[in-house]
């Protein structure tokens, strides 16, 4: 008994003198929320900027150290040829440690992108800290350590403020895609696909956006802003695409959640606002004799949101008839999206992927070749449109104005 | 042997968690690509098959353990040294695993502790269990039972709610035909985890209904090979066949993307403590698989009184057992595809054989043994 | 005093040979001898054994006139029922009509005479030695000695005050009896067969302590109980030897299976509704003399979850008033390491805006955090015990200025983070819902040693200590029954009370792990939902 318990006070002693060998006390991190990539000066360094945290000047309400004057985040520059390089030099300027497990956002500058990121992106991967939800992000015509250094107006962490902005305007515009860290990767090691990463640009001078004070103003001088979706090849950025091609984009990703099309009327342009609520994408591929071939079907559901001209919108031939304009320009927009990227010569939608599984064995020999073939590639698109509701108003009062003109 | 009962609920419940255990860690049966589930159903069903052979021998035995009938059918001479090899056998085994386990630990949260320290305390709790008694083990195997069952099934749903399982990353199926996955069956899902059941011919003397075990072991087997089988399925649709394969730790990984509604995220918690029970009862099932074969062989009345030096033994094989993670992998594969064939599949066919000719000669007992001896 | 060693001596030796007799001692020794014939002798010896206690009364009086006998009533001033002995004991003595019969009667005669005739009292025993007479008076009844005849008369007179019956003070229930226990183990007797009125309610009394004679008394239900457990609390009470019980507590700590455990394996409850219920459900109440609570064995790990109002509720809202009673046991357990493990080891575990929060109060924090939590539990330990020490009227005072006064003046000086507070509270109202007192005691001592391993080792720690408590759990056994049942050994038809309480009607066998005879507690006809289901047509019927 009496040695049991000798054991046991060894045991617990073991414990507590051991020290903490991985305890890492909360006050002594540095939270890491944003990562900026940029290029180097020479060929294998880049240049790493860690954005991090000033918990007690994010949070309001703490007692007594509610610090206002402390900007909210504090970013830190280094170079190095890999990450942990560059971080554990960061620890001569940094008075804590960092800690990337909280990272929200990868931001690479665009000069870094278009010289390709493949090497740089292992030891990311590799990293227990940093995890596969971050988000990859191209600096638009900037490096990211500009963009990195902005305060947002909204939300005190620049982070989370350009990770809101990809979400909303995922789920709202439709005109960015939530790709994360892990996307990139399957996309590089894919030879059926080619990675693409939505894109960040910044209006107003960058310089004024490095103060408290423009968060402080109404209308702030320097503002981020979602900015198209950049493709990739062999781990190089080759070209932008903006506004519809975006659009598109999405729709073939099976990401659109809702967006907003403006459709004719009475001869006139982009007359009928029409919202859609509800996509589905689904991509067939086939080989035939030899030759891929991708059928994409898209059903959507939609309701208007706006009317600028005189419908009836209570009869089911007006519904019918907005609902194949609705087609048509859905189609166009995916079509755009399909050209600019064979254009450049890059398969961002997967489709070799979805011959692959159409038909392994054809696969085999058409990957030799893919981003040739993928620029010659037909693609058919099939849109159905279905258009559910008229909002909350049946008729337009245009129309009634309408009428009582013609019964004076 | 002690007097333990143990009943086949709880046999059935030390099987499942010791076949989830350290396979759930790996990327299991990743040589399939995409099919790696398949490849573990099919493991599943080799094992079964194997599993047959321990039981007709355990009904032939049905009181002794395998390294006693090793000898009774083998001969002594014969059969010693080779039970002295299966002690062994049992001692590496859960060797690997803490180490499996202490290198996964290292890597992902403990990267500044001594492994040494992780792994006494692994084994710290192992022996302070097992010092209770082997009955006190498999009732703790049942409560632990149903919580692993409860964090698997929140898991897996966790995954499917969150919207990131993309079906189209199984597809293509049987893109290369069955080879691959027949490969990957031999090289691995057959033997590791499901062959490895042969610790519980060890264990199989202690259950206190000897007519439910074949119930029990083919219910457990099939429940986690079905288990670990959709569980692999999840790990490729999320994180595709290509980052399962190359990744340390896919199941990690895989619920490390989860978030829902930006509050449920970051679950490795859950990850975690499920490997962490999962593998303490599996390296607990080695450890005292080794004990009852180290008892049996020295004649020492008792067990308990081995239970501290095996698992100082254990302790220190752990850590010399491989230098680096490189080498404790490379390792891994000979032991995947040597060590473990020959003592899950090719000794117990030979004491099949050797029991029918025993059972053809008339079972004569001790005489039988100058015919053994002749072979 | 002397007198009294000598007996005790004699009967440590005497009583492992008759473990069977309730009484100890049957061997003649010094405390056997008999009276005297002659009271003034006995009087005297009286006076001189007891150290001529004043609290001790000898009333002396004489009885018929030709000659006059001589009688003294012996009794204790402070355990008697005074009205009771002046009008059934002293009165009938002395004014009773029939005195006349008495002339010229013996000693024996007397003796016959108050025995059948004079004394209104319902229990009136012969007492022939020293010993009987002593425990006689001690007990608090009165002995009557006769001149010249060497037996006395014992009337039972017993009485004096007892706190009444009054609410339960730490098992309260809403709907539930709001009867408790006193410290009179007739009353508690009393208590339980007014719930329980069936001949098969079976008592047997016990004294134990050497010196205190404590009267213990054991309650089981004939035909329902093993009679494995019934022998087993036997052996267990008859083999306690030592010289005072003064609570149920004590007895409790004789008992029980394993005493290195922090996990009560003896259940005490202040409730006679619950002791019934468990006298039905096959265990043993032992009910010790002066103290309010009544020990039930077994005890298993999940009767400690179970409160009275349990079964006065709607099985539904009693079934999740369960879990969450499971689920504060388990933040009281596991709430401040689960929290330092996180802010000190898997910080990529906190979601981000948590995390950040997290990081803002606890800057300039001093402290690390398992030093913050160690000092915020201990200080709140301090407090409870306070609150509980203290006259009732400064307790509340006490919890005032601890809880408010001195957290919020901690948390602005920077001393310790808000959250601390936020954890160490839930930590606190979480223990109290346990309905358990012992349980959440046990919780509370378990609660440090897991802090120090999340700050070693975080959860990896954390992990195995569950697993070694639970492997502990397990390895219990209260009376020879697995503590952790019906979890482990894993007992389905069990399930139905355990975890959840499924509705009543469903609850048609006592608790399995315990009972292996006599298991069915209730006609499948009994109850209207089962009766729905007989008076179905025959083609629907589902049973047999």
Known sequence: MRSRSLLMILCMALLLLTGCWNNRELGTLAIVTAIGLDKGKNQNEHVFSFQVVNPSAVISGTVGQGDENMGPVTVYTETGETLFEAARKASQKAPRRLFFSHVRYIMIGEQLARQGINGVLDSFERSNEIRLTARLVIAKGRTAQEVLAIVTPMEKIPATAGVGALEFSEELWGESIKIEFDDVIRAIGNPGREPMISAVELLGNPRAGQRVENIQLTKPDVIEKIGGIGAFRTGKLV???????????????????????????????????????????????????????ITVTITEEASIADVKCAIHLSSPAVIYELANKLEDKTMLQIMSAVKAAQQYKTDIFGFGEVIRRADPKAWGHLKLDWPDRFSQLPVEVKVKAFIRQPGMITEPYLLKRDKKVRNE | MEKIRISPRQLFCLIVLFELGSSLVIPLGADAGQDAWLA???????????????????????????????????????????????????????????????????????????????HFLMLAAITYVLHKGFEVLARTGEVFFGIVMILVCVGILLVIFSGIVQFTLLQPVLENGW???????????????????????MILPYLAKPGRARRAGMTGLIVSGIILSLITALEISVLGADLVQRSTFP???????????????????????????VNFFKISIFYYSAVIGAADLFKVDKLRSLILPIGVIILFSSMNIAGSHAEHSVEGDFYLKYTLELFVTVIPLFLLVGSFIRRLLGNRGESGFSTEQQR | MKFIRKFTQKTRTSSNRNRDENHQGSAIDDGHRPLDTDLDINIKRFREETGNSPDLKVRQFELGSNPQIRVAAIYNEGL???????????????????????????????????????????????VENWNEVMNTVMDGNTIIFIDHFPVAIGCNTSGGEWRGIEKPTTELSIRGPKDSFNESISTNISLIRRRIKSPNLWLEMYRIGEITHTDVAIMYMNGIVSDQIVEEVRQRLTGIKVDGILQAGNIEQLIEDQTMTPFPTVYNTERPDLVSRYLLDGRVAIIVDGTPFVLLVPALFTQFFVASDDYAQRYDISSFIRLLRYASFLISLLGPSIYIAAITFHQEMIPTPLLFSLAATREGVPFPALVEALLMELSFEILREAGIRMPRAVGQAVSIVGALVLGQAAVQAGIVSPAMVIVVSITGIASFSTPAYNLAVSARLIRFVLMILAATFGFYTLTLAMIVLVAHLSSLRSFGIPYLSPYAPFQMDDQKDALVRLPLWMLATRTKAINKKNIKKMEPSGHSMLKKQNNRPEGERHEE
Not at chain 2, 251 to 277: E, G, M, P
């Open chain 1, 239 to 293: 070209g932008w695409l903006e506004g519809e091609q975006a659009r598109g984009v999405n729709w073939l990703h099976g990401s659109l959640k809702s967006s907003v099309l403006m459709v004719d009327c009475d001869g006139k342009k982009d007359q009928v606002g029409i919202e859609i609520t509800r996509s589905k994408t689904d991509i067939q591929g086939k080989v035939v004799q030899g030759k891929p071939q």
């Open chain 2, 40 to 118: 573990i159903l099919a493991g599943l069903i080799a094992g079964l098959l194997i599993f047959q052979v321990y039981l007709y021998l355990y009904r032939q035995y049905p009181a002794i353990p395998l390294t006693g009938y090793i000898r009774k059918i083998l001969g002594n001479v014969l059969g010693w040294p080779i039970s002295l090899l299966y002690v062994a056998f049992f001692i590496y085994g859960s060797a690997r695993i803490t180490r499996d386990i202490g290198d996964l630990l290292f890597n992902s949260v403990y990267d500044e502790t001594p492994l040494f320290l992780l």
């Open chain 2, 179 to 201: 080879e691959p996955i027949f490969q990957a069956v031999v090289s691995q899902t057959y033997t590791f985890p499901f062959g490895q059941i042969i610790c519980f011919a």
């Open chain 2, 251 to 277: 199941l990690l990984i895989t619920l490390s993307k989860v978030d829902i509604a930006n509050f449920l995220q970051r679950l490795d918690a859950l990850v975690v403590f499920t490997l962490i029970i």
């Open chain 3, 80 to 126: 008697v029922d005074q009205p009771q002995l002046n009008e059934f004991v002293i009165q009938p003595l002395m004014l009773s009509k029939d005195r006349g019969r008495l002339s010229e009667a013996s000693g024996e005669q007397v003796f016959h005479f108050l025995r059948n005739h004079a004394l209104p009292v319902g229990e009136v025993d012969t």
